[in-house]
């Protein structure tokens, strides 16, 4: 059997998240699990957002990501905000893990190589959709996901404030993950952990924030300050 189909019968059976006192879910190649989305579930992004075909998304990401285009274009941020990907099923992401190489080799013939920058089927962020790879159109110079985003207007944008609209960067220089730098790539948790939908993506990423931080990260708790009452004077 070709190793790229021996190796997807394996990765395509994505594990649950852990919660309290159970085992972390296994990592392959440095990734984590994680559940497909059902496709039924999922809303399509604003008209002209993806820049090819269609970028579908968990419907509680939308308010937080239409605020983010705008406040972006407000802030004159040169060209359009969009999307290289969004929601990938674990078919379409194993299509993209062994897309072929200029030889017209497989490039999963080599997966713990492919996996530095493409996670297996299975354990890809955006099978959840919660995930986007942001780029601009026109490109200013940099093409789709490479590591020169960052230095790109957007970039920089989106370093300074995503989490203000709900995204922190999953795959920040230098990670533990031990997987590639990816400053185009954003996960979506939430202002807070009570805003509709943050608590199942929080769920989620459970042990990706809590052992891989993301940077710039969401934090964990809400804290909220009330002025206490006065104390009643005791004689």
């Given at each position: 059997m070709p190793l790229r189909f021996a190796f997807t019968a394996v990765t395509l059976i994505a594990a649950a998240p852990a919660l309290a006192g159970q085992a972390a879910p296994p990592r392959l190649y440095g990734h984590l699990a994680y559940p497909d989305a059902d496709p039924t579930t999922?809303?399509?992004?604003p008209t002209g957002f993806a820049v090819r075909g269609r970028c579908l998304l968990r419907p509680e990401v939308l308010p937080d990501l239409t605020a983010l285009i705008a406040a972006a274009q407000a802030a004159g941020v040169p060209g359009t905000v969009q999307a290289a990907s969004c929601y990938r099923s674990a078919a379409h992401q194993n299509a993209v893990f062994c897309a072929t190489d200029p030889e017209g080799q497989p490039r999963c013939n080599e997966p713990a190589r492919r996996a530095m920058s493409?996670?297996?089927?299975g354990h890809s962020e955006h099978s959840t959709g919660f995930a986007i790879d942001f780029t601009t159109r026109p490109s200013p110079g940099c093409d789709d996901v490479e590591?020169?985003?960052d230095r790109t207007p957007l970039g920089q944008w989106l370093l300074a404030h995503a989490t203000d609209y709900g995204f922190e960067l999953s795959f920040p220089w230098k990670n533990s993950q031990s997987v590639t730098w990816e400053p185009w790539h954003w996960r979506w948790v939430g202002r807070s952990a009570t805003e509709p939908g943050a608590r199942a993506a929080r769920m989620l990423f459970t042990t990706a924030r809590?052992?891989?931080?993301?940077?710039p990260r969401l934090p964990n708790l809400v804290v909220r300050v009330v002025s206490q009452p006065p104390v009643p004077e005791t004689d």
């Amino acid at each position: 059997m070709p190793l790229r189909f021996a190796f997807t019968a394996v990765t395509l059976i994505a594990a649950a998240p852990a919660l309290a006192g159970q085992a972390a879910p296994p990592r392959l190649y440095g990734h984590l699990a994680y559940p497909d989305a059902d496709p039924t579930t999922l809303v399509e992004a604003p008209t002209g957002f993806a820049v090819r075909g269609r970028c579908l998304l968990r419907p509680e990401v939308l308010p937080d990501l239409t605020a983010l285009i705008a406040a972006a274009q407000a802030a004159g941020v040169p060209g359009t905000v969009q999307a290289a990907s969004c929601y990938r099923s674990a078919a379409h992401q194993n299509a993209v893990f062994c897309a072929t190489d200029p030889e017209g080799q497989p490039r999963c013939n080599e997966p713990a190589r492919r996996a530095m920058s493409v996670a297996p089927p299975g354990h890809s962020e955006h099978s959840t959709g919660f995930a986007i790879d942001f780029t601009t159109r026109p490109s200013p110079g940099c093409d789709d996901v490479e590591y020169c985003f960052d230095r790109t207007p957007l970039g920089q944008w989106l370093l300074a404030h995503a989490t203000d609209y709900g995204f922190e960067l999953s795959f920040p220089w230098k990670n533990s993950q031990s997987v590639t730098w990816e400053p185009w790539h954003w996960r979506w948790v939430g202002r807070s952990a009570t805003e509709p939908g943050a608590r199942a993506a929080r769920m989620l990423f459970t042990t990706a924030r809590a052992d891989f931080p993301a940077k710039p990260r969401l934090p964990n708790l809400v804290v909220r300050v009330v002025s206490q009452p006065p104390v009643p004077e005791t004689d």
